[in-house]
Nanobody
Framework: QVQLVESGGGLVQPGGSLRLSCAAS????????MSWYRQAPGKERELVAS????????NYADSVKGRFTISRDNGKNTVYLQMNSLKPEDTSVYYCNAYRKLWRIEDYWGQGTQVTISS
């Protein structure tokens, strides 16, 4: 059974930091592109950051470049999102995603973790 379990969300003040974690199980983690998405109320879900299965290529939304860092530990089946210099507009539910396309698309989602940036 595939599971993606996010943790690390919470309430922080502007300028603060958070580290999100996503623990994966039930699939071959190392062969999947891992991503973080977020969705604020009334807005579409957007890609925040992704990291290729080989752990090399990363991609970031322009709004988080230089502030957020995605990383993965294939030995622990975990992907992280280090978020620094947080802004109120970063407030969203953050979702972990695992994606692989071989002969079919495999696309898995976590349940989300709330991140609120407020003074």
């Amino acid at each position: 059974q595939v599971q993606l379990v996010e943790s690390g969300g919470g309430l922080v003040q502007p300028g603060g930091s958070l580290r999100l974690s996503c623990a994966a199980s039930g699939f071959t983690f190392s062969s999947y592109t891992m991503s973080w998405y977020r969705q604020a109320p009334g807005k579409e879900r957007e890609l925040v950051a992704s990291m290729a299965s080989a752990g090399g290529t990363t991609n970031y939304a322009d709004s988080v470049k230089g502030r957020f860092t995605i990383s993965r530990d294939n030995g622990k089946n975990t992907v992280y999102l280090q978020m620094n210099s947080l802004k109120p507009e970063d407030t969203s539910v953050y979702y972990c995603n695992a994606y692989r396309k071989l002969w079919r698309i495999e696309d898995y989602w976590g349940q989300g973790t709330q991140v609120t940036i407020s003074s």
